[in-house]
């Protein structure tokens, strides 16, 4: 029996005694690889897993990482992350030479598999979540759900609007939301991928199995990350034993160690391409391509200040888009080396979409590398505003770039909003971000409107938000080449006209008070009334159910409960009796208070009540107009009789407009 401590002195006079038997029968002998554990990074406390890889000729980054999925700018940006970490040598990734041996990030991922809770789908080209869930008969109510779902079993979808074609991913099932939830695919990844306690590489087709020493008993030291050692020749089982060659699994290289004293963990980058490299890029250099013996600068002097870019970020922002100014972009190109540029002079706009606008504002980036970065990203789309002009024109060329489903110019076809009160609002942009923004009530304007709206402008503005359409009014400032975006109060300042006011469709007792509040009349109720004859005649005391003065004569409200000889003594005694009983409608009720006040009214249509073609918006009023006095000898009141239901926005704008609005 071999002593513990001699058996790998046996072992490998055993593979030395078959390397020399397989030369002599002229056959490949198989190799032995002695694994070394390799632990990764904690930051943020991910598990990071690696193979081992040796270059060949021709071979670069991108084509080495693009071996087990497909790779996106985004995708690109985090696997250099970790190829660094686990590469501390390599300073150049875009200069790899033919033989060197690299720990490349494994993919880790297990094929998507139906299970009863969840079902795999391949994602094709102009798919989108939502229509995923539609022809799979997910009703709209709860896509919510299944999309808040398809983001906690697809860790890789951060967006549920930006998914990748060709990509398989776990779709939930009704089960899934009726029992346990099942592993999410990031979970089955580090289940699939969990090393045994040796780990073997791949060996050539015509070799034997592998034969696997045991590991001593001292692992390595956490912090060293280095490839698997030479291979050495194992003594070969017989021919009549060997089963087929095949392909071991690829072995989980790397587990989570907690730092050591000193050693401070790498931070993830915000956002996603964002990248801290060993040996960064001189801090005069805007712009480089690596990949050369001496990397070519195109050095640009930044100036004082680009043009609105404040603007630019805070819109862009405010429709919903991610602005990223900050850190490192590395582009791969089609040399072989990588295009560096520096997010705070190239900043990027990421659309919901998919599609990223890299903002050239001077012009800087070189006609080559420009080109190079459009034939290798078909979804960065480079945009240059070194000849652009005001804010307009700069919006206008990033806006053409974004792959919105619509973005139409709104100046001499503007949005209307309303009938019976239409309010226009012309605006330098209307956007349809997707095909629903409609239903969805995600229409976004862009209009230019002065540094200090006035508060009639500032009333449209509110009646938009009010209505679900998002405007978002911007200032330029042309001298300053700079501009703002202008805010808007929530609500309107307190005032003391009514609004939300409707005549009583029945007559009675409330269609008379409602008027007469109206119309500023003032009435009695309960007084006692002494009519009758002459000195000698008799004298009626009546209590009639209101009593009201207006044009210089007293009426008397009968609901229908006086007799005839009561109403005919009232008339000779002066008063005049003011039928109001409920057969009667309150509209016509009220008609004839007014014309018993002497107010006249006056049918517009389509009538011009604020704005204009010179203010940037219009508001119109079809109705039956009516002026009276101010109360308490205040200002004249303004009173629009309307046909049918008002939307409560358009009472409230009619209120901010100084107006009383009133439906019968």
Do not use: C
Request: overall charge neutral.
């Amino acid at each position: 029996m071999i002593p513990a401590r001699l058996l790998p002195v046996a072992l490998l006079l055993a593979a030395m005694l078959a390397g020399a038997a397989a030369a002599q029968e002229g056959e490949d002998p198989p190799r032995i690889f002695f694994e070394k554990k390799i632990y990764s990074d904690t930051a943020g406390g991910k598990q990071s897993f690696f193979e081992s890889y040796t270059v060949e000729k021709g071979d670069t980054l991108w084509k080495i990482l693009q071996r087990s999925e497909p790779l996106t700018p985004d995708r690109y940006a985090e696997l250099l992350k970790e190829f660094r970490r686990a590469n501390p040598k390599v300073a150049d990734p875009s200069r790899l030479a033919p033989g060197q041996k690299l720990l490349v990030p494994s993919g880790g991922k297990p094929e998507a598999r139906d299970d009863g809770r969840t079902f795999g789908y391949m994602v094709k080209r102009g798919d989108s979540l939502s229509k995923i869930l539609s022809s799979h008969g997910v009703p709209r109510r709860q896509r919510r759900k299944y999309l808040d779902a398809i983001q906690e079993i697809n860790p890789s979808v951060t967006d549920v609007n930006r998914i990748i074609a060709g990509k398989t991913l776990l779709l939930p099932t009704e089960g899934f939301f009726a029992g346990a939830r099942p592993p999410t695919q990031g979970e089955m990844a580090i289940a699939a991928a969990e090393p045994a306690k040796e780990a073997v590489a791949p060996e050539p087709a015509e070799s034997a199995p592998q034969v696997r020493p045991p590991l001593p008993p001292k692992e390595p030291e956490p912090e060293k990350i280095e490839p698997p050692e030479a291979a050495i020749p194992a003594v070969p089982p017989p021919a009549e034993a060997r089963p087929a060659p095949e392909v071991p699994p690829v072995p989980a290289l790397t587990r989570d160690v907690p730092p050591r004293p000193g050693q401070d963990a790498l931070a993830a980058g915000k956002p996603e391409a964002e990248l801290l490299a060993p040996k960064p890029v001189s801090p005069s250099a805007s712009v480089v391509e690596t990949g050369k013996a001496k990397p070519a600068e195109e050095i640009v002097i930044p100036p004082g200040r680009t043009p609105y870019r404040g603007l630019l970020s805070d819109l862009f922002l405010a429709i919903g888009e991610k602005w990223v100014d900050r850190g490192t972009m590395f582009l791969p190109l089609p040399s072989g080396g990588d295009a560096v540029l520096q997010l705070s002079d190239f900043p990027v706009v990421r659309f919901s979409g998919g599609t990223e606008a890299l903002i050239d504002f001077r012009g800087g980036i070189p006609p080559r590398i420009a080109e190079a970065i459009s034939s290798q990203w078909k979804s960065l789309r480079i945009v240059s505003l070194a000849d652009a002009g005001g804010a307009g024109d700069r919006i206008d060329r990033i806006l053409r770039v974004s792959g919105y489903h619509s973005v139409k110019e709104g100046i001499s076809s503007p949005l209307v909003m309303g009938e019976t009160v239409s309010v226009t609002l012309p605006a330098r942009w209307v956007i349809q971000r997707t095909e629903d923004s409609l239903l969805s009530g995600d229409l976004v304007l862009l209009k230019e409107v002065p540094e200090k709206p006035d508060p009639e402008l500032l009333a449209v503005l509110r009646y938009a938000r009010r209505v679900g359409i998002r405007v978002l009014p911007y200032a330029d400032d042309p001298k300053a080449m700079e501009g703002f975006l202008v805010g808007v109060p929530e609500e309107a300042p307190a005032g003391g006209i009514p609004v939300g006011l409707a005549v009583p469709k029945t007559g009675g007792l409330p269609a008379v008070d409602f008027g007469l509040s109206l119309l500023g009349i003032a009435a009695k109720a309960g007084e006692r009334l002494r009519v009758g004859g002459g000195r000698d005649a008799f004298r009626l005391v009546v209590s009639p159910e209101r009593l009201f003065e207006a044009g210089g004569k007293k009426y008397v409200v009968d609901t229908g409960k006086m007799s005839p000889a009561i109403r005919s003594i009232l008339r000779e005694s002066g008063y005049t009796v003011f039928p109001a009983g409920k057969e009667v409608s309150g509209r016509e009720i009220f008609q004839r208070l007014m014309k018993a006040a002497g107010v006249a009214s006056e049918e517009r249509k389509g009538y011009l009540l604020s704005g204009g073609a010179k203010s940037g918006y219009e508001v119109r009023v079809t109705g039956a107009f009516v002026t009276l006095p101010g109360l308490s000898g205040g200002a004249g009141r303004r009173i629009v009789l309307v046909r049918g239901k008002i939307h409560s926005a358009a009472r409230a704008l009619l209120e901010d407009l100084g107006v009383e609005i009133v439906e019968w």
